[in-house]
């Protein structure tokens, strides 16, 4: 059974930076995609970026520049460096991995940003 264990949210003022960290436990294969989601009060859950086995990586629009996505090379380990924080980036953040046989969830970490 594969687990996903997230850390690193918090709450920051605008401008500032937080990196999360996701850790999933329970294989020893490579998972072909890691992923990070986000979704704020009231509002569905979206895509914020991942990152492919091949080394691709993808940003949802509004955080392109601002974020960043990178894979540990020999851990099925994903962190989001997330800079210049606006609080439009608040919301609870949930990592995705997955591998031929299926998909799993971590059960989020929470983002707050003030102004």
């Known amino acids: 059974q594969v687990q996903l264990v997230e850390s690193g949210g918090g709450e920051v003022q605008t401008g500032g930076s937080l990196r999360l960290s996701c850790v999933a436990v329970g294989s020893a294969l490579r998972a072909n995609l890691m992923a990070w989601y986000r979704q704020a009060p009231g509002k569905e859950r979206e895509f914020v970026a991942n990152?492919?086995?091949?080394?691709?990586?993808n940003y949802e629009h509004s955080v392109k520049g601002r974020f960043t996505i990178s894979r540990d090379g020999a851990e099925n380990t994903v962190l989001l460096q997330m800079n210049s924080l606006e609080p439009e980036d608040s919301a609870v953040y949930y990592c995705?991995?997955?591998?031929?046989?299926?998909?799993?969830w971590g059960q989020g970490t929470e983002v707050t940003v003030s102004s």
């Open positions: 990152s492919l086995e091949d080394g691709t990586t």
């Open positions: 995705k991995s997955t591998w031929y046989w299926g998909t799993y």
